[in-house]
């Protein structure tokens, strides 16, 4: 059971991972992580390449199905449910529910290049969640507005910097009204002038309350950021708390040695 460090700590959980065990093949990837995510709390996991953290945040939203263990978001165990005490899978339309709840944003923003801004944005909206496409570009514009995009609107991705991308992958992943957000590494593939619009964006999205668990080698993010650092290593959680603790004062040594690189 994690320990709850911000000033949330009795709201139940939105997320909660027990025992997640994950592999592929012979190669255990993720041994045993649990991890409790509470409404408008910011996790940012570090750690180093391979330790699995790109595994886990996969695992959250069923990109990946897990071995052991059980992940539940919002009162649903993801990707599974329970009959007669048994697990059973989930029908990839109960799955794509699920995923209704979470956004994700990656390194590579994937958008569609022969799509504008807006309509990337009104995409899953319309297609998916079955929005009229008036309300549903009312939304896009207002949060390609809370992105910094509105100018950028009816711009396609070639026209765009990798930042503004990002940003607008961003607010295609909020379009659909996501109860939590999952960031995988989003500045690591950005040129380095175009990551402080990226992480003050998410910096915006973190001080309105929502949700978010962010993997990501910005420390400065982190320590400003974050409600609680994990850091991960070998697939388990080696020590969490708050930034200036984990971050500031780290105890266990591999955590020393991670965040010496950047120093
Ligand atoms: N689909 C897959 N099939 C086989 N092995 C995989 C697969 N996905 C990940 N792995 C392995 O699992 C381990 C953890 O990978 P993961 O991508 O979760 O690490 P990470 O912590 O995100 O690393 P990075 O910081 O480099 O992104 C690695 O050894 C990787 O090679
Ligand atoms: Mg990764």
Redesign the pocket.
Same mark, same amino acid.
């Given at each position: 059971m994690s320990v709850l460090v911000n000033s949330v700590a009795n709201t139940p959980p939105l997320v909660q991972a027990r025992n997640v065990h994950k592999s +592929?093949?012979n190669?255990e $990837?993720l041994k045993g992580i649990d991890l409790d995510v509470v409404p408008g709390e910011v996790v940012v996991i570090l750690?180093?390449? *391979?330790? *699995?953290?790109?595994? +886990?945040l996969?695992c959250i939203n069923h990109l990946?199905s897990i071995n052991r263990g059980s992940i539940e978001v919002d009162d649903e165990q993801i990707g599974y449910r329970l009959n007669k005490g048994r697990l059973v899978k989930l029908s990839s339309h109960a799955i794509a529910l699920q995923r209704r709840k979470i956004g994700m944003v990656f390194q590579q923003f994937n958008l569609y290049p022969h799509m504008t801004a807006l309509q990337n944005v009104i995409e899953a909206p319309i297609g998916i969640h079955g929005e009229s496409r008036s309300q549903a570009t009312e939304n896009a514009l207002a949060l390609l507005d809370r992105v910094g995009l509105s100018a950028k609107a009816h711009n396609y991705p070639r026209q765009l910097s990798g930042g503004q991308q990002q940003r607008v992958a961003i607010a295609r992943a909020l379009a659909i009204k996501p109860k939590l957000m999952l960031f995988?590494?989003p500045t690591s593939a950005l040129d380095p002038e175009l990551v402080g619009e990226v992480l003050s964006t998410m910096r915006d999205l973190a001080s309105q309350g929502l949700t978010m668990i962010v $993997?990501t080698h910005e420390i400065g993010f982190a320590r400003e950021a974050a409600d609680r650092v994990v850091f991960?290593d070998g697939?388990k959680i080696v020590e969490q708390g708050k930034p200036e603790d984990v971050i500031g004062n780290p105890q266990h040594p591999r955590t020393r040695s991670f965040l010496s690189r950047f120093i």
């Open positions: +592929f093949e190669l $990837v750690g180093p390449s *391979g330790s *699995g953290k790109s595994t +886990f996969r990946e995988d590494e $993997v991960m697939g």
